[in-house]
């Protein structure tokens, strides 16, 4: 294999050379709710500590920067579906580290695209994402219960304000969904909408724990 960053051989089954993978940007303290930059030795962020209503922990692996923004970028608009296994496979690794000692979700939700767009682009990179998780943890993706019926607006364009309104009641859950225990997976969270949009819907559905697992954490720039 050859080292979609560098060029050279990689010596492994991943598209990724050990020199490359040792500078990937890291994302070292953040809040285990929502993920934003903490202190180092701070669990939980002042704002997620005043509204604990909902039982989330979030793994993020990465800083939404060079060069993983572009590998994102590439997979999201671009069909490099290569950067899809790559960022499965570490993330895969890190999870499947994180939960060595502890009960794993029952079941894996990527984060549905919503139907003309999934026509467009071909695939849902977060079920992409999912497949060498599902993989690695021996944990089941389930790609169907989940839906999201509102066509919404990129978030990317929007204000904090107006990416709250957007995804509002953007995703609807099959009625014979009976997990109590589900990860959300997702390529990279900025303000949190989305997937806690989609942790409502699920909390509403019976489910008791939500894990919320995405490959970079990027810092929102309100223009």
Same mark, same amino acid.
Request: glycine share 4%; with cysteine.
């Given at each position: 294999?050859?080292c979609?960053?560098?060029?050279s051989?990689s010596?492994? &089954?991943?598209?990724?050379?050990?020199?490359?993978?040792?500078?990937?940007?890291?994302?070292q303290?953040?809040?285990k709710?929502?993920?934003?930059?903490?202190?180092?030795?701070q669990?939980?962020?002042?704002?997620?500590?005043?509204?604990?209503?909902?039982?989330?922990?979030?793994?993020?692996?990465?800083?939404?920067?060079?060069?993983?923004?572009?590998?994102?970028?590439?997979?999201k608009?671009?069909?490099?579906?290569?950067?899809?296994?790559?960022?499965?496979?570490?993330?895969?690794?890190?999870?499947?580290? *994180?939960y060595?000692?502890?009960?794993?979700?029952?079941?894996?939700?990527?984060?549905?695209?919503?139907?003309?767009?999934?026509r467009?682009?071909g695939?849902? @990179?977060?079920?992409?994402?999912s497949?060498?998780i599902s993989? &690695?943890?021996?944990i089941?993706?389930d790609?169907?219960?989940?839906k999201?019926?509102?066509?919404?607006a990129?978030?990317?364009?929007?204000?904090? &304000?107006?990416? @709250? @309104?957007?995804?509002?009641?953007?995703?609807?859950?099959?009625?014979?969904?009976?997990?109590?225990?589900?990860?959300?997976?997702?390529?990279?969270?900025?303000?949190?909408?989305t997937?806690?949009?989609?942790?409502?819907?699920?909390?509403?559905?019976?489910?008791?724990?939500?894990d919320?697992?995405c490959?970079?954490?990027? *810092?929102f &720039?309100?223009?």
């Amino acid at each position: 294999h050859t080292c979609i960053f560098c060029d050279s051989l990689s010596y492994r &089954k991943l598209d990724l050379c050990l020199a490359c993978e040792h500078d990937l940007p890291i994302l070292q303290d953040y809040c285990k709710r929502c993920a934003e930059p903490l202190p180092e030795g701070q669990k939980i962020c002042g704002s997620c500590l005043s509204n604990l209503s909902m039982q989330i922990e979030t793994i993020a692996l990465f800083n939404y920067s060079s060069p993983i923004d572009q590998l994102i970028i590439n997979l999201k608009f671009r069909n490099n579906l290569i950067g899809a296994r790559i960022l499965g496979e570490l993330l895969g690794n890190h999870l499947h580290d *994180q939960y060595q000692n502890k009960s794993k979700p029952e079941i894996i939700i990527p984060v549905p695209l919503y139907s003309a767009r999934l026509r467009e682009r071909g695939y849902n @990179q977060a079920l992409e994402l999912s497949r060498p998780i599902s993989k &690695k943890l021996n944990i089941p993706i389930d790609k169907f219960s989940v839906k999201r019926v509102k066509n919404t607006a990129a978030q990317v364009t929007l204000s904090a &304000k107006e990416r @709250q @309104q957007n995804i509002k009641q953007a995703f609807s859950v099959d009625k014979k969904f009976k997990y109590n225990y589900a990860a959300i997976i997702d390529d990279v969270i900025t303000t949190g909408n989305t997937v806690n949009e989609l942790c409502k819907v699920l909390y509403g559905a019976g489910v008791s724990r939500i894990d919320i697992w995405c490959c970079a954490k990027s *810092q929102f &720039k309100n223009a």
